[in-house]
């Protein structure tokens, strides 16, 4: 089945992202543009900024933009900040101040400077007084369900408020008393005066300040007034000399007001509103930023809007932010995404400005192959069945060494102990084997890996037929360096020793939706319904004691299994907890 896909959408399937990879220097059209900018001189390098408003935990939507945005000034030699857009009090918390820091860093970026919108309040109100004395912005009365009203729609034009022509004298006087807390929520408005009859809705006299006496998580209780999202953002832009603006395509309708606030504000010719940030140390770049707009990141089989992730959380449909199925930063990289597999997605997907859904299984393609170059190679068994090799004698121990990586010699090697009794992978055996079936049966030769050959003589089976433990022989002429080594067996199965493996917790999760588009909500249906039941499921398994000997977040390929973390929280060298990241192959592929 293929995902379901609204018209003007296309889908991206694993194998047409070769482009982005392949080519040497990226080709966007944004750093295109940045190219032009600087051959033309506009710019003697650019600055940009990420921008994240400090409501929630950042998910993998937002790697796309902080690649971008930190990628961009990297490669060209400019530098980015990573600016709060914390206009917003009511929803803003300091939780998610550092937790968007930490992920950020951890993403492998750094800023030039850490702001806020709120550095800029002061600066902004200087602004809006500039605005009224111009006569570009008015006191409005109207209520915020009569401002509805009189805005509109997308076929009539908007009505003038009844307010729209006081004098700049009242509407400064009303602009101080707004400042000065004089009237309550809601009460009034400050309006840019634009035009009621724009055929772009965001330029019919939006409002740029509003009346919220709500504690501020960096300001306090010092503004009862908070400036709106479109104003504040565009200034902050200027006032930092961002050069290149990148936001996602749902802003394209709003860079006409963008424009508009930075020209009317003008702060490259009105330093005198940048006063109050030299008193406070913060350097001034006035210049006027260009806004750029390209399309989100969306994944199927994934809800991205903050919103969902909020009650996910809050419902305990998750276990917490850093759930291992969550999309958020902190989510995979708990899952064991690593910052360069998340790169490699981007890079991968390309910015463009067409809106795309990528498959979920591209995301894993990036976390293999990034794992396949890096993670040590280790045996764990995860459904275990007991092998006792009869020939061998009782208390018999002898150390293997062992390559970490096949691929890669630079990873050295290991001692495994190898000893009389072994735990194998119940599936690896079967009393009575489907076509085709290379593992061992009762009766048959297998590879044990890097140790040689057994064969199966008996099938111990409890009161109930049910399998207890195998026992076996081990061909002494197959072992490591003997002539033998190399006969031929249809099957390798990797194993580890019982008396010297460490019992851990082994955490299988998959995809945390069970359909492609979650936010798919006909039939009365919305993302709750469409929740993987088997998104989860933890077993006891056993690893070698070189796995369980390992600092959390180490990730390993556990041979023939899967990809595998410690975890970042739980794991402990005595009583290890892996998490597994992804599958050795894509096992979705088939299920659609
Ligand atoms: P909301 O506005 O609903 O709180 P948001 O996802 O827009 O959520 P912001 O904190 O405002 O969150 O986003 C910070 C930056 O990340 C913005 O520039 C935004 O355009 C970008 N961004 C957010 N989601 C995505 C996405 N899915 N793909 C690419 N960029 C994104
Ligand atoms: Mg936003």
């Known amino acids: 089945m293929a995902a379901p896909t609204p018209p003007n959408v296309t889908s991206v399937t694993p194998d047409q992202h070769t482009e982005a990879g392949a080519a040497p220097g990226k080709q966007d059209f944004i750093r295109q543009i940045v190219r032009d900018d600087l051959a033309q001189g506009r710019h003697t390098a650019p600055r940009t900024r990420f921008p994240p408003e400090p409501n929630g935990y950042l998910h993998i939507g937002h790697a796309k933009a902080i690649c971008l945005d930190f990628g961009i000034a990297a490669e060209f030699g400019g530098v980015c900040n990573l600016r709060f857009d914390d206009t917003n009090p009511a929803k803003e918390d300091p939780e998610y101040v550092q937790a968007i820091q930490d992920d950020v860093r951890w993403l492998g970026f750094d800023w030039a400077e850490l702001r806020h919108a709120s550095d800029y309040f002061e600066v902004l109100y200087l ?94 209780d010092a503004w009862p007034i908070y400036p709106m999202y479109d104003y504040a953002h565009s200034l902050s832009d200027a006032v930092e000399g961002i050069t290149h603006s990148l936001c996602t395509l ?30 406070r140390g913060l350097p001034n770049q006035a210049a006027k930023p260009r806004q750029i707009e390209f399309s989100r990141l969306n994944i199927n089989y994934t809800v991205m809007s903050k919103r969902k992730l909020v009650a996910m959380v809050g419902d305990g449909l998750v276990d917490g932010w850093d759930d291992p199925r969550m999309p958020t930063l902190q989510g995979l990289r708990r899952r064991g995404y690593t910052p360069a597999s998340l790169r490699l997605l981007v890079d991968r997907v390309g910015i463009s400005k067409q809106n795309s859904v990528i498959d979920f299984s591209v995301l894993e393609g990036c976390l293999r192959d990034d794992l396949d170059a890096h993670a040590p190679r280790r045996m764990a068994v995860i ?65 044990l890996r890097g140790a040689g050959i057994i064969r199966c003589d008996e099938v111990v089976k409890d009161g109930d037929g049910n399998i207890v433990e195998l026992r076996g022989t081990l061909d002494p002429e197959s072992r490591p360096g003997m002539e033998g080594a190399n006969r031929k067996v249809k099957g390798t199965i990797h194993w580890v020793s019982a008396a010297h493996a460490v019992a851990a917790e082994i955490r299988l999760y998959d995809r945390l939706f069970s359909v492609a588009d979650p936010d798919d909500e006909s039939e009365g249906k919305t993302y709750r319904d469409h929740l993987n039941p088997e998104s989860h499921r933890t077993v006891r398994g056993w690893v070698e004691p070189a796995a369980a000997a390992t600092a959390p977040e180490t990730a390993f390929q556990f041979e023939r299994i899967g990809y595998f973390v410690a975890d970042r929280r739980e794991h402990r060298a005595d009583s290890p907890v892996f998490n597994r990241s992804v599958t050795l192959r894509d096992t979705w592929a088939t299920k659609d």
Not at 250 to 266: A, G, I, Q, S, T
Not at 408 to 437: H, Q
């Open 127 to 220: 602004a809006a007084e500039k605005l009224v004395r111009q006569g570009d912005a008015f006191v409005c009365d109207l209520s915020a369900e009569q401002v509805r009203e009189y805005r509109g729609s997308l076929t009539t034009p908007g009505r003038n408020s009844p307010y729209r022509d006081r004098s700049v004298e009242e509407n400064l006087d009303l602009l101080r008393r707004m400042r000065a807390g004089e009237f309550a929520d809601g009460a009034r408005t400050l309006r840019a005066k634009i035009d009621m009859a724009s055929g772009n809705i965001n330029m019919r006299d939006p409002a740029l300040y509003r009346i919220k006496k709500v504690a501020h998580q960096n300001t306090g």
């Open 250 to 279: 749902e802003f394209e309708d709003h860079r006409p007001l963008y424009d508009w606030c930075v020209d009317k504000v003008d702060l490259a010719h009105s330093p005198e509103l940048l006063a109050p940030l030299l008193a």
């Open 383 to 447: 459904d275990p069945l007991k092998l006792v090799l009869t020939n061998l004698p009782e208390g018999h121990v002898e150390t293997l060494t062992f390559s970490n990586h096949p691929k890669d010699e630079s990873f050295g090697t290991r001692e495994v102990p190898f000893s009389r009794e072994l735990w194998i992978e119940l599936e690896d055996f079967a009393e009575v084997p489907p076509k085709g079936w290379k593992r061992l049966v009762p009766g048959g030769d297998v590879r």
